[in-house]
């Protein structure tokens, strides 16, 4: 019976699924799942024994002679679990000054009679040297078209969010071995320093991760007098005689040896998962949820076991981690302490070479909403100018707004009447045209100066007029047929 720890560290972001109530979402776990690694570890011996799943890799991967733990976040040498149910934070805590780190007491259930009002806590922590530090993981979202799988094109419309956890986090697991002699088979599937690729989309931006060996690392010490408090650390699947899975107690106790179950504090939930092989989902499963804390009457004589193997079902895909040392009978209230979170300075003066971009790219869209709203009123415009040759000499003049004004005065009365009889909306052209030559009618936002205003307008009588004569153009081919 041994114990091989890895590290993993993330170079893109990753995304672990998780149920997400939003349809277009798609959330990450915090941690990366037994079954995730195992599946990348039954990938790595396929690959290698050109896809044969033969009676070692059942052995290896499916039956359970290796079991995949949970991989946990690490930060500064703390690792990061789920927090245990039986801690609670205080409801009203106040702190006295806004510029100090938040501290605050929590309270362990299993033995305090804390009596004020009090909330759980929803995010990873580490307890060391009774303090409690929860993990601020800043989760990324991101947009995405859903693709075609034929076309392998974008569909219109179809848009999704993938949440995502930063590249740069650290995460360490390990796999428990039931014979010592499977370590050389184990570390031969995966090199020290090789990158890997798991989680969701890992064949394009995300999930490609490095991972590494981890030797000499220390077991979890075990108290071996008095009461003890068991903590699960992942979900863990408990069955009854009768082969079902279990919320009770007293079928959780038949998987302890020598010990019992004195008070508990837990929270349900429900798993199932889905096999790719088959194309189908597995059955699904009551457990108790990770967080789930248990006061025991004292060590378990399988202890040793139950940290290397889990509690309960389906151990080896990460089910029934569990841990005797995480809280301690004698702590009745730890230090909460939770850091602040990084304040951004704020920017000073914007750079030149910035502002000029950014206008740029300002400019650049307003150009496309004034070519569009061309269109759209050459089409709306009623009835349409028929004579090509008065659209042309309009089109000339309109490189410069101010020569466009003078023409338009000195037009002819034949020419004045063409564009007096047309109509956008309620007004004729030639009002329609002093509208926008004078700023009446705004066809963009403001911009910072009078040139760029000015080239926008020559656009849009540019866009217009040729739009026109294309209609012209357009309807003579049609009444020709």
Same mark, same amino acid.
């Given at each position: 019976?041994? /114990?091989?720890?890895?590290?993993?560290?993330?170079?893109?972001?990753?995304?672990?699924?998780?149920?997400?109530?939003?349809?277009?979402?798609?959330?990450?776990?915090?941690?990366?799942?037994?079954?995730?690694?195992?599946?990348?570890?039954?990938?790595?011996?396929?690959?290698?024994?050109?896809?044969?799943?033969?009676?070692?890799?059942?052995?290896?991967?499916?039956?359970?002679?290796?079991?995949?733990?949970?991989?946990?976040?690490?930060?500064?040498?703390?690792?990061?679990?789920?927090?245990?149910?039986?801690?609670?934070?205080?409801?009203?805590?106040?702190?006295?000054?806004?510029?100090?780190?938040?501290?605050?007491?929590?309270?362990?259930?299993?033995?305090?009679?804390?009596?004020?009002?009090?909330?759980?806590?929803?995010?990873?922590?580490?307890?060391?040297?009774?303090?409690?530090?929860?993990?601020?993981?800043?989760?990324?979202?991101?947009?995405?078209?859903?693709?075609?799988?034929?076309?392998?094109?974008?569909?219109?419309?179809?848009?999704?969010?993938?949440?995502?956890?930063?590249?740069?986090?650290?995460?360490?697991?390990?796999?428990?071995?039931?014979?010592?002699?499977?370590?050389?088979?184990?570390?031969?599937?995966?090199?020290?320093?090789?990158?890997?690729?798991?989680?969701?989309?890992?064949?394009?931006?995300?999930?490609?991760?490095?991972? /590494?060996?981890?030797?000499?690392?220390?077991?979890?010490?075990?108290?071996?007098?008095?009461?003890?408090?068991?903590?699960?650390?992942?979900?863990?699947?408990?069955?009854?005689?009768?082969?079902?899975?279990?919320?009770?107690?007293?079928?959780?106790?038949?998987?302890?040896?020598?010990?019992?179950?004195?008070?508990?504090?837990?929270?349900?939930?429900?798993?199932?998962?889905?096999?790719?092989?088959? /194309?189908?989902?597995?059955?699904?499963?009551?457990?108790?949820?990770?967080?789930?804390?248990?006061?025991?009457?004292?060590?378990?004589?399988?202890?040793?076991?139950?940290?290397?193997?889990?509690?309960?079902?389906?151990?080896?895909?990460?089910?029934?981690?569990?841990?005797?040392?995480?809280?301690?009978?004698?702590?009745?209230?730890?230090?909460?302490?939770?850091?602040?979170?990084?304040?951004?300075?704020?920017?000073?003066?914007?750079?030149?070479?910035?502002?000029?971009?950014?206008?740029?790219?300002?400019?650049?869209?307003?150009?496309?909403?004034?070519?569009?709203?061309?269109?759209?009123?050459?089409?709306?415009?009623?009835?349409?100018?028929?004579?090509?040759?008065?659209?042309?000499?309009?089109?000339?003049?309109?490189?410069?707004?101010?020569?466009?004004?003078?023409?338009?005065?000195?037009?002819?009365?034949?020419?004045?009447?063409?564009?007096?009889?047309?109509?956008?909306?309620? /007004?004729?052209?030639?009002?329609?045209?002093?509208?926008?030559?004078?700023?009446?009618?705004?066809?963009?936002?403001?911009?910072?100066?009078?040139?760029?205003?000015?080239?926008?307008?020559?656009?849009?009588?540019?866009?217009?007029?040729?739009?026109?004569?294309?209609?012209?153009?357009?309807?003579?081919?049609?009444?020709?047929?």
């Amino acid at each position: 019976m041994k /114990k091989i720890h890895y590290s993993i560290t993330t170079l893109e972001p990753l995304i672990i699924t998780q149920h997400s109530d939003d349809p277009n979402m798609y959330e990450t776990l915090q941690y990366i799942r037994g079954t995730v690694m195992q599946g990348v570890f039954a990938q790595r011996y396929l690959k290698l024994n050109e896809n044969t799943a033969d009676d070692e890799f059942t052995r290896l991967i499916v039956s359970g002679d290796c079991v995949f733990s949970n991989a946990f976040p690490v930060e500064n040498g703390k690792t990061f679990f789920p927090a245990p149910t039986a801690l609670v934070r205080e409801k009203y805590f106040l702190k006295k000054d806004e510029n100090e780190e938040k501290k605050e007491k929590v309270h362990n259930l299993l033995v305090s009679n804390f009596k004020e009002q009090t909330k759980g806590i929803s995010s990873l922590i580490s307890v060391t040297n009774n303090e409690v530090t929860p993990l601020l993981i800043k989760k990324e979202i991101r947009l995405h078209n859903e693709i075609n799988g034929k076309t392998r094109t974008t569909m219109e419309g179809k848009l999704f969010n993938y949440q995502s956890l930063p590249a740069g986090m650290v995460f360490e697991g390990y796999i428990a071995l039931k014979n010592d002699g499977d370590e050389e088979d184990i570390k031969s599937l995966i090199k020290d320093g090789d990158n890997i690729r798991m989680g969701r989309s890992a064949t394009s931006e995300y999930g490609k991760v490095q991972f /590494k060996w981890i030797d000499n690392k220390a077991n979890e010490k075990l108290q071996s007098n008095g009461k003890v408090i068991l903590t699960l650390l992942s979900d863990a699947i408990i069955m009854n005689v009768n082969g079902f899975s279990s919320l009770s107690v007293e079928d959780m106790n038949t998987y302890l040896s020598d010990s019992k179950t004195e008070k508990s504090i837990s929270r349900k939930a429900r798993i199932e998962g889905f096999l790719n092989v088959w /194309k189908l989902r597995k059955p699904s499963e009551n457990v108790f949820a990770a967080g789930s804390s248990f006061l025991l009457d004292k060590l378990p004589s399988n202890a040793e076991e139950l940290t290397s193997f889990g509690l309960g079902e389906r151990t080896h895909e990460g089910y029934g981690q569990v841990s005797f040392s995480l809280l301690s009978p004698s702590a009745i209230s730890i230090e909460y302490i939770e850091k602040k979170e990084t304040k951004l300075p704020k920017p000073g003066e914007m750079p030149k070479l910035t502002e000029e971009i950014r206008y740029s790219i300002f400019f650049n869209r307003a150009k496309e909403q004034v070519i569009n709203q061309a269109l759209i009123d050459a089409e709306n415009t009623r009835p349409k100018i028929d004579s090509n040759h008065l659209l042309g000499r309009l089109k000339d003049m309109a490189y410069d707004t101010e020569n466009l004004k003078r023409f338009l005065f000195d037009l002819r009365p034949t020419a004045k009447n063409h564009l007096g009889k047309a109509y956008l909306d309620n /007004k004729n052209l030639i009002e329609h045209f002093e509208d926008v030559l004078s700023g009446e009618t705004a066809l963009f936002k403001p911009m910072r100066d009078d040139n760029q205003i000015d080239k926008l307008k020559t656009l849009y009588f540019e866009q217009y007029l040729n739009q026109l004569r294309r209609l012209n153009i357009k309807k003579e081919k049609d009444e020709k047929r």
